[in-house]
């Protein structure tokens, strides 16, 4: 059986659909499936996702492949053979004021399009496949909810001398908060900066390390205070140790897909403190620290509880690599595969 991927999220910086797009395929990869056979589409470095995938796509549907995979939203307008589309959110379509209205509006006109016409819509989990039933109208027996997942070889639980070494690099030696991803405005940074400033009254030590660009601009940066610590893009190999040498791993979101850098901490072992937004409750409410989503009292009050609560922070950190256990790419993949065959009828 012969699978196309759309391979456009691989071609320019790394992001969220990157990485699944990269753990699925050594996912599949990993179980070298029989009668399987999966063929990787990639454009040029340059060029337009939405051109690529209504022109190249739409001519490669034509190309015998019992079934096209397209990880971002978009698939061709008449494919010549069945689709799956990956749509990790809906947040355009629930809270377009956080994107850019470059971007926003082929997505918010696109994606209902393209999830109705789809044989079949993969979403990372139940409160997302349950948005996405109401917002764009795909029957439920349409989505198929395959959480993301981490790739364990490279995150996972660490030295005490690497967390040490961490600080020291990273924080000037001084404990340290860590919040990672893409910063932008949606992430709650302005939450995690007002809640640092409440806990540094006690513990005046305390720094804030910022991982990651962001295409959007977060006014709260423009003029950052000392204790934020930018370093910009960290390479994956050096995460493990960012997250395992944090006193606590931040996740403020108001809104996420899956939260991939909140699943690598948790691999690591590091007590993360996340917002109460669905999917943070549906995937890892038990192995976190959650507070009220958009309440920066509540976010420094839950932080507070992991610094001083030492018992609460150890169970914080023994949760989190048992629950990040449950997520494997070859689990994903072994989803995907399974759909796959569905729709192809073989």
Not at 234 to 251: F, K, N, Q, T
């Amino acid at each position: 059986m012969r699978i196309a991927v759309d391979g456009k999220a691989l071609v320019g910086p790394a992001g969220g659909v990157a990485r699944y797009v990269e753990g699925l395929l050594a996912g599949i990869e990993s179980l070298a499936p029989e009668r399987f056979s999966i063929e990787l589409l990639r454009p040029g470095k340059n060029g337009s996702t939405l051109l690529w995938t209504l022109w190249n796509l739409q001519r490669a549907s034509g190309e015998g492949f019992h079934v096209l995979h397209c990880p971002f939203y978009y698939t061709p307008l008449a494919p010549r053979c069945p689709v799956t589309v990956a749509i990790h959110d809906v947040l355009p379509l629930e809270h377009p004021e956080w994107f850019a209205r470059s971007t926003l509006s082929p997505i918010r006109h696109l994606m209902p399009i393209t999830a109705r016409r789809a044989n079949a819509v993969v979403t990372d989990a139940e409160c997302i496949a349950q948005a996405i039933e109401e917002l764009c109208h795909v029957p439920r027996q349409n989505i198929r909810v395959i959480p993301h997942a981490v790739d364990h070889e490279q995150f996972h639980l660490q030295p005490m001398a690497v967390s040490t070494e961490a600080r020291r690099r990273w924080a000037g030696g001084h404990p340290y908060l860590l919040q990672g991803g893409a910063l932008e405005p949606r992430r709650g940074i302005d939450l995690s900066l007002v809640a640092m400033m409440e806990l540094r009254r006690r513990r005046p030590e305390l720094v804030l390390v910022l991982v990651g660009g962001g295409r959007a601009p977060v006014p709260e940066l423009d003029a950052p205070p000392p204790w934020v610590v930018r370093p910009g893009f960290v390479p994956d190999e050096e995460l493990p140790a960012l997250y395992a040498g944090a006193e606590a791993v931040l996740s403020p979101s108001r809104g996420e897909g899956f939260d991939l850098p909140l699943l690598e901490a948790l691999a690591c072992g590091a007590a993360v403190v996340a917002s109460d937004i669905p999917v943070h409750v549906e995937h890892f409410g038990p192995a976190v620290e959650l507070f009220a989503s958009g309440d920066a009292e509540d976010l420094a009050g839950a932080v507070e509880t992991v610094l001083s609560d030492s018992e609460r922070a150890r169970e914080l950190r023994e949760a989190a690599p048992r629950l990040a256990a449950r997520f494997t790419w070859e689990r994903s993949a072994a989803a995907h595969l399974e759909l796959w065959r569905e729709i192809a009828g073989r």
